[in-house]
């Protein structure tokens, strides 16, 4: 499905994100009323030989709060988890109770908050039916002007005295600009670590990212990206990673009159993808995707799974969204080389509206 989720242990650190077709919501709920419950159905799908099946019902309040998530397993209905919420000063998060892999399992989210409403930390405690618990806290600091200076992140067990700290990543800024990041990715290898500078145009548009290993005190560059921009709209992107291969992949971007991405052309050697996209109103319509590559090239829009063994070429795939008159996404379709392959849908019941 095209939709994108954030987590609250991901608190955006990094707050530069050039690449335009991330950005495309495909399922913003536009009515006025909350969802109520929402069922999710496998209408279609011919690689597995599979039809009408429902995949999950979802229960959520007039504040759009999931109460109870159930989970369908070839047409068998799994035991439902349950959700319940605690607000008290400073904090949020819920806990969960249910079966996860056919064992009993309770998940408890807690957010603690600055006095600025800065995030402080986000603990996640796993407890399973053996008693086995697993424990991560993510923890933040910040500077005067509320940027993210410092993310650190622990892990637990029962087993365990104290927790570990996995990795620890560190923000340094200019002003109101991301310069650096450094990233401890083993805080017991205290001589290796990677970090990433950002370069900017002098109207602080974002001109080079780039990506380092730092290992006894040498640097080497691992990736690359530049940009280029026409009317302050990026049309041209640059990136490699010297850790894999030297080739350098191309991106062209170009918008419509409403500055929406309307076609994309990446390239790398003899490889290429092209793509083109169409709205109605603010929401995408289709994606119509033409590519030689089976596996590559897959970050400027994700592979279906069907087309990794395709051997025609070049491989030709639609993706048909649509919505209810309100706005509200229902559905897609995915279609090679024209004939429908997948397709999933949405099925939503709403409160009734607020007088």
């Known amino acids: 499905m095209a939709t994108y989720h ?54 959520k309040d007039k504040n759009g709060q999931r109460q109870t998530y159930i989970m369908f397993n070839k047409g068998k209905r799994e035991n439902p988890v349950n959700y ?38 986000v603990s996640t405690k796993v407890v399973r039916k053996a008693h086995t618990t697993i424990h991560t806290v993510y923890t933040y600091t910040y500077n005067a002007l ?40 083993n805080p017991y290898l205290k001589n290796i670590f990677y970090e990433t500078l950002y370069t900017y145009n002098p109207d602080t548009s974002l001109a080079k990212k780039e990506r380092f290993e730092v290992r006894n005190g040498n640097r080497t560059l691992l990736e690359f990206n530049d940009y280029t921009y026409t009317n302050k709209l990026l049309t041209q992107e640059l990136y490699g990673s010297y850790s894999r291969d030297k080739d350098v992949t191309k991106v062209e ?77 229902l559905g897609v379709k995915h279609s090679l080389f024209g004939e429908l392959r997948t397709h999933f849908e949405y099925l939503q019941d709403f409160f009734e509206p607020t007088k």
């Open 253 to 329: 971007y170009e918008y419509n009159a409403h500055k929406q991405l309307s076609k994309l052309k990446t390239s790398k050697d003899t490889l290429y993808k092209n793509i083109q996209y169409t709205y109605v109103g603010n929401k995408l319509k289709n994606i119509h995707w033409e590519t030689n590559a089976r596996t590559g090239l897959s970050r400027e829009h994700f592979a279906p799974i069907f087309t990794y063994s395709e051997r025609r070429m070049p491989i030709i795939y639609d993706a048909e969204y649509y919505h209810d008159a309100e706005g509200n996404f």
């Open 84 to 121: 319940t919420y605690l607000k008290r000063d400073k904090h949020t998060g819920f806990t969960t109770v249910g079966k996860e892999y056919n064992e009993d399992v309770r998940r408890i989210v807690d957010t603690l908050f600055n006095k600025d409403n800065t995030v402080a930390s």
């Open 146 to 185: 509320k940027q993210p200076t410092s993310r650190k992140y622990y892990m637990s067990t029962n087993l365990e005295k104290k927790p570990r700290l996995l990795n620890h990543h560190n923000f340094i800024y200019e002003g109101k600009l991301l310069k650096r990041v450094e990233a401890i990715l």
């Open 6 to 59: 954030t987590m609250a242990q991901d608190v955006k650190t990094d707050t530069i994100d050039l690449e335009p077709y991330r950005t495309v919501v495909f399922n913003t709920a536009q009515t006025k009323s909350a969802v109520k419950r929402q069922v999710y159905i496998q209408r279609l799908n011919k690689e597995r030989g599979l039809y009408n099946d429902t995949i999950s019902i979802e229960l």
